[in-house]
């Protein structure tokens, strides 16, 4: 990625993320899925304490260490993990979660959203929802159930965007919401809600932008 595709990139992120109501200043961030280190770069613009970011492709993983070291990004970690595993449940509390574009690659959504809420009392997410037409919409595959939660199974790729099994599942709206609050986040703010290209030519897709946090005990 060009200079000036990574700043340019970096730019129309802050803008998305000035509108959350959250003061990411000098806050301890986990950020899951930084592919290249765009977003990890806006959040270290955005004043954070710490970036925690955890990719799973090595290619990727590489970018993100070449790209630190390019743009100065000195508040960032770059950890190679999947976080399908248990490299969650190791690191100590930290004050927020971001995941944009990462949580609808997982065919298993309910373990890692589990996972997040034990040591996060706040999670911003970028998330594509399924959609509830069969003809016309992305994915368009049966609906299919997972712990409860319903959604839409969706075939993976293999390229660096893709996730990192063969099938994942969007959930829809009412189910993703219902799954942030019984794991705890039973605030939820809706930042943005539209639609967007899909990886099928001429197909967009539906994605919400949102902020969890746990309600805090007086």
Not at 171 to 197: A, Q, T
Request: hydrophobic content about 35%; overall charge positive.
């Amino acid at each position: 990625m060009s200079t000036d595709l990574f700043l340019e990139q970096s730019k129309k992120l802050r803008e998305i993320m000035d509108k959350i109501p959250y003061d990411f200043k000098d806050k301890d961030v986990m950020e899951l899925g930084p592919l290249v280190g765009v977003h990890s770069h806006t959040l270290q613009n955005m004043g954070v304490k710490r970036v925690i970011a955890i990719e799973g492709r090595q290619q990727n993983y590489e970018e993100c260490l070449y790209n630190k070291l390019t743009y100065n990004m000195d508040k960032c970690i770059f950890v190679l993990a999947n976080i399908k595993g248990s490299v969650i449940p190791e690191f100590k509390k930290v004050d927020i979660c971001v995941a944009f574009r990462l949580l609808h690659h997982l065919n298993n959504p309910y373990n890692v959203i589990k996972k997040i809420a034990k040591i996060t009392d706040n999670i911003c997410i970028y998330y594509r929802v399924a959609n509830y037409l069969s003809i016309g919409s992305c994915p368009s595959n049966i609906e299919i159930s997972s712990h409860g939660y319903k959604g839409k199974r969706c075939i993976e790729g293999f390229n660096r965007v893709s996730g990192m099994q063969k099938y994942s599942i969007w959930l829809y709206k009412d189910d993703l919401l219902r799954l942030l609050k019984d794991v705890g986040f039973s605030i939820i703010s809706i930042i943005e809600e539209g639609e967007e290209p899909s990886f099928i030519e001429g197909v967009n897709c539906t994605y919400i932008i949102l902020l969890a946090s746990k309600e805090k005990i007086k």
